[in-house]
């Protein structure tokens, strides 16, 4: 898809944005416009998914409350895939457009950068797509996630192994922020069951095919069969091309997703799809609604070749929170108390000090509200989900399996009476029909002696009366 699609699609709805504003204060000239910035990739296809829920929630939003007397003004610093880039674009932001919050960054490596920004400039960040645990152990309370914390499925991802008796998993895992933060809490989980993790496989961001090979071919080498993959869905995709190539798809395998893949299912094409075949996957779960079926059919109509995902979703669901936000805590105060300009010291140590951050902070801890994404409400700064969805990836597609609730665990039907997981039960009540890998329909042990493995020799003592 040419840059131009994008151009104009960008400069028509920043265009019919402005041309609002400008109706609105004309109506009324008591409107001010607060500074906020989104820190983005500039260029990627999610990038693009992002900024183009950002304007339509904009529009939204003021088209349907034109009574409000502030208006969001989005100012963009391009991050350029990388974490100094990030921390650049936020010092540029807050130093010379001095906005409000940050909306942004896409990776958790790049949050970690920003939240020590915010917390030293007292500027909100909101994030949609950084899911790192790790990123709450900073504990800042000027950093907000419109997004889940990866942590939450791991008790979803639990009661799959427990369901099926798995007695060992390998966690297999991009060697980054993103990859590491889930381990802790997967690791204690499984250990509330007594599941073991003889092993861990880590994959690079940037490891060629080669090197994805040489780890594969070390998993086919071990005896367990059941791992539990979270990594980037296009290092997803290469690693099942691979795997299926190598032979780690074939019946007796057994792969689970975290929602790391799964909420990006779209993005990956045919041949990434097929390698996956038989897989399951921990997936967040969207309640439909009228708003939410309105609003695809508008992208649809107005995009067709976008694919649009979770993401998108938080992301117009977290302007539209820091719109309601900032109208509720007003435009008192919209300065920042500078540094000492004569003082020789970093980029870091010169910046102003919001004094608007303080009061834009309890706002947005109240706000709550019907969402695209569902129920939008931070609980100690973060959403805090109660439902994901099981999956089974089948043909060019996938299948629901059930679901995992906090309140019933793993159900057939939301609606359904949860059965209790005792030596009677059977997975069937749990769960629908599975397709394992290599199209098996039973369920595969977990482990298995690799035929090319080390052989085990026992040795037995030859002596009088010991027969032999």
């Not at 993401?311 to 920042?336: C, H, P, Q, R, S």
């Not at 609980?379 to 439902?387: A, D, G, K, W, Y």
């Not at 099981?390 to 629901?400: A, R």
């Not at 019933?408 to 059965?419: E, I, R, Y």
Request: with cysteine; hydrophobic share 40%.
């Amino acid at each position: 898809m040419g840059l131009s699609f994008f151009f104009f699609f960008f400069f028509f709805f920043f265009f019919f944005f402005f041309f609002f504003v400008e109706l609105t204060r004309g109506q009324n000239n008591r409107l001010t416009e607060v500074n906020v910035g989104v820190v983005t990739d500039v260029g990627t296809s999610y990038s693009d998914v992002s900024m183009l829920c950002i304007n339509m929630s904009l529009v939204d939003f003021y088209s349907s409350h034109p009574q409000l007397k502030t208006r969001l003004v989005v100012n963009i610093g391009d991050s350029r895939k990388d974490v100094i880039g990030a921390a650049a674009a936020a010092l540029d932001l807050i130093k010379n457009k001095q906005v409000k919050a940050i909306v942004g960054p896409w990776t958790s490596m790049q949050a970690h950068f920003l939240i020590e920004i915010g917390q030293k400039s007292r500027v909100p960040i909101i994030s949609y797509s950084a899911t790192s645990p790790s990123l709450t152990s900073l504990r800042s309370p000027y950093f907000f996630r419109a997004t889940y914390d990866d942590s939450s499925q791991v008790h979803a991802i639990k009661a799959i192994v427990k369901l099926f008796g798995w007695r060992e998993v390998v966690p297999v895992y991009i060697d980054n922020t993103f990859g590491e933060g889930i381990m802790p809490r997967l690791t204690d989980a499984l250990q509330e069951i007594n599941v073991r993790i003889p092993y861990r496989t880590v994959i690079s961001l940037n490891a060629t095919d080669t090197e994805i090979s040489v780890e594969l071919l070390k998993m086919m080498n071990m005896p367990t069969r059941v791992f539990i993959v979270h990594m980037y869905t296009a290092l997803a995709s290469r690693f099942f091309i691979k795997a299926k190539e190598i032979g780690l798809m074939k019946p007796g395998y057994v792969w689970i997703l975290t929602n790391g893949v799964m909420d990006d299912l779209s993005s990956i094409n045919k041949t990434g799809i097929d390698g996956m075949e038989g897989v399951l996957g921990v997936k967040t779960y969207i309640q439909k609604s009228e708003d939410l079926d309105n609003f695809k059919a508008r992208w649809s109509k107005l995009f067709p070749r976008l694919d649009m995902s979770v993401y998108g979703l938080w992301t117009y669901d977290a302007i539209t929170t820091l719109a309601m936000a900032v109208e509720e805590a007003g435009t008192n105060n919209l300065t920042f108390s500078n540094a000492d300009p004569r003082r020789n010291v970093s980029d870091l140590e010169t910046l102003g000090v919001s004094q608007y951050g303080p009061m834009l902070l309890p706002t947005l801890s109240r706000v709550r509200f019907r969402g695209l994404a569902g129920d939008f409400r931070f609980f100690n700064r973060q959403l805090q989900p109660s439902v994901f969805e099981i999956v089974n990836i089948i043909g060019t597609g996938e299948k629901s399996l059930g679901f995992w609730t906090e309140e019933n665990g793993l159900v057939k039907t939301l609606g359904q009476k949860p059965h209790s997981m005792n030596a009677l039960s059977n997975w069937k009540d749990h769960l629908k029909h599975i397709t394992w890998p290599g199209e098996a329909d039973s369920v595969p042990p977990g482990w298995e002696i690799p035929t090319n493995g080390k052989k085990l020799r026992i040795g037995v003592p030859k002596r009088t009366g010991f027969p032999v």
